[in-house]
């Protein structure tokens, strides 16, 4: 299993090399040069060469990028053109909102998708069948920002039952150590906060988890389909074994596999489907900070911004490769 | 038994089974979904032609003593689909629209397409270091979410109506350069392709007329669903404001970036440019979906 492990971390290494090389030419060719960009267009062509001497635009290509990696590799990742601060520092305060909608989002569709690919595949042909899978069709088939929209529609301004932007009401006042609203409701032991950040959450983790839902009921439904008929649960039916422990223990570890995987990429898509969720709800993580980037021309958190997404999604695929040795003792001999 | 005999034997046990193609038209007729997808698809397409025809109005043609100081008026028999922000036919834009979505969709994927095949076929029938390096690149640009993705290469070019085509038809160079190289290396080991190989074709040849026409049928199920999937992004990108910049561009995704303001009062404005998106978008997803079974060949001559 260690050995697993530390080959497929080798492998990650290559891949992070790849980004950093792909967005260090991706920064260069934006339009517009450093130099211009911090001392505008009418700046002399000594303050040009000055500037570019001090950052060391004036080195080959390959050099200025051994000195990028040196900079990544010492933490330092620029500094946000409009705040003034580091670029770091603000991703690592806007990322627990993502996570805390990415987790919410992922917990829906999996205690739903699940159950309804299992009953689905159990009444193989029934009307359940048939609906679930034109309802995993329509859900593939909705782009998540006009679901979005319809959501915020119909439950927030025609209903007025949920809130329509935001992580929290603005008249609810408590102290955030962690940044996960829901964590820090619970540690204030403030059940109304608590409450009242679970209502923002719904609307966004619907939208966000409409498409890992379509997708991991569709795919939990085939491999239970696959499964049911192999020879084991025939054999486990046989001797008697109560229906339920052969749905559980038979059936569903089995078809686990391909689940898992699924959730596993589905939930990497999540990172890029919560850039448009969040814009609907002017939700203040990942997504909303990558979008004001661009419309700012805010390239040094644009860079960054899409490296960290890139790295969170290579090692969340990482952990899913992991999970397979847990499930599949076949794959860990191997 | 003669070989004449064995022959006709055969020929008796397929009796319907045409080419490849009626064969997988014919299923696609009987697929319920696949019918419905096709009539979607068809409408669409049709509406995207017609447009000038069909139309009311001219989608850019504003007049704002329409709004009658509210915004804004809702379905009514003059205008359908009711009267935007700006006093513009909704309906028009909507018609109009449908000629951006094809468009950009079918570009994108033109794009994507034409270049994985390029990549995954020298990968898939080269080998060697050439297929690492090809692979390598691919997981590179997978690891990389494709919508994010799409918004790095626009933030790059700049945003626009080519530049979002141009970003989502990259964004799908890898999914088509893998799955043509998988194809490839299946169809590669054939007993047809040893065949033209030991009587001394052309390796371009062979590659070109032997394994690409075996190899394509994934392909074209991949292109149908990756329509869908593109039309999805360049709304995307359009709602974000990165597509096409002039904002009298009658694109569904850029149509609904200012209607959450307008809820309230005018949800027929984010609820109309969504629909027509669903359903483009649903079209292209059954017709894939029947495609994948059509050309299966393990259920060929049935259904």
């Known amino acids: 299993m260690l050995r697993f492990v530390v080959r497929r971390l080798l492998l990650l290494v290559p891949i992070l090399l790849g980004l950093s090389l792909l967005v260090f ?27 570019n001497k001090q950052y060391g635009l004036d080195k080959p290509v390959h050099q200025q990028y051994f000195a990028y990696v040196k900079q990544l590799g010492s933490g330092n990742f620029g500094t946000s053109q409009t705040s003034r601060r ?11 909102a993502t996570i805390e909608l990415a987790v919410s989002a992922m917990l ?13 595949a159990k009444r193989y042909g029934s009307f359940f069948d048939q609906f679930s899978l034109v309802a995993s069709l329509l859900g593939i088939s909705i782009p998540i920002f006009v679901l979005a929209i319809i959501l915020k529609y119909v439950f927030a301004v025609k209903l007025g039952w949920l809130p329509t932007v935001g992580r929290m009401s603005v008249l609810i006042n408590i102290e955030h150590p962690t940044n996960f609203y829901t964590i820090d409701a619970l540690l204030a032991g403030d059940l109304e906060a608590f409450w009242d950040v679970i209502k923002h959450l719904i609307l966004p983790a619907i939208a966000l988890g409409s498409i890992p839902l379509a997708i991991i009921s ?8 696959d499964v049911q008929n192999e020879d084991y649960v025939r ?100 | 038994m003669s070989i004449a005999e064995l022959e006709s034997r055969e020929l008796q046990l397929e009796p319907s089974a045409g080419g490849l193609w009626s064969d997988a038209w014919r299923r696609l007729r009987h697929n319920r979904g696949a019918v419905i997808g096709l009539v979607l698809v068809g409408t669409f397409v049709f509406v995207a032609i017609f447009a000038p025809l069909i139309a009311p109005e001219d989608p850019r043609f504003q007049d704002l003593s329409r709004l009658g100081g509210s915004c804004c008026p809702g379905p009514s028999a003059d205008h359908w689909f009711g009267i935007d922000a700006l006093g513009r036919d909704e309906l028009s834009r909507i018609l109009y629209g449908a000629r951006y979505s094809l468009l950009i969709g079918v570009v994108s994927v033109a794009v994507g397409l034409s270049i994985g095949l390029v990549f995954g076929s020298i990968a898939g029938y080269v080998g060697g270091a050439v297929d690492s390096v090809i692979m390598r690149l691919t997981d590179i640009m997978l690891s990389i979410p494709g919508f994010l993705l799409a918004i790095g290469i626009v933030a790059m070019l700049g945003p626009g109506l080519i530049q979002i085509m141009i970003a989502v038809g990259v964004t799908q160079i890898p999914i088509f350069a893998r799955l043509i190289r998988g194809s490839i290396l299946a169809q590669r080991d054939n007993d047809f392709v040893l065949a033209a190989r030991s009587v001394g074709v052309p390796k371009r040849t062979i590659l070109s007329s032997h394994i690409l026409p075996n190899a394509i049928s994934p392909v ?21 404001g990165l597509g096409p910049q002039d904002p009298s561009t009658p694109e569904w995704g850029t149509m609904l970036t200012d209607t959450t303001r307008y809820l309230q009062t005018a949800p027929h404005l984010a609820i109309i440019p969504g629909v027509a998106i669903i359903m483009s978008v649903l079209g292209f997803n059954l017709i894939g979906d029947g495609l994948r079974e059509a050309l299966d060949p393990k259920l060929r001559g049935r259904g």
Do not use: C, M
């Open chain 1, 25 to 51: 030419f991706w920064i260069r060719a934006l339009p517009g040069s450093p130099a211009t960009a911090l001392l505008g267009e009418r700046a002399t062509a000594q303050a040009i060469e000055a500037l």
């Open chain 1, 86 to 96: 580091p670029v770091f520092e603000e991703f690592k305060q806007r990322l627990p």
């Open chain 1, 108 to 120: 829906f569709s999996v205690l739903i998708g699940v159950p309804l690919g299992f009953l689905a």
């Open chain 1, 218 to 225: 569709r795919i939990t439904r085939a491999s239970v389909l």
């Open chain 1, 235 to 334: 054999t486990a039916r046989a001797k008697g074994v109560p229906p339920r422990t052969v749905d559980g223990r038979h059936i569903l570890r089995n078809a686990l596999l391909p689940i898992v995987t699924i959730i596993g990429l589905q939930t990497g898509l999540l990172l890029s489907g919560a850039v448009l969720t969040e814009s609907v709800f002017a939700w203040p993580g990942i997504g909303t900070w990558l979008v004001e980037a661009i419309e700012a021309r805010n390239y040094p958190v644009l860079q960054a911004g899409i490296l960290f997404i890139a790295v969170i999604f290579v090692l969340v695929n990482l952990l899913v490769d992991l999970s397979y040795g847990l499930l599949n003792p076949r794959i860990r001999l191997s």
């Open chain 2, 220 to 240: 074209i199920v991949q292109g149908t669903l990756a329509l869908a999937t593109a039309i999805i992004d360049v709304a995307g990108l359009g709602y974000l």
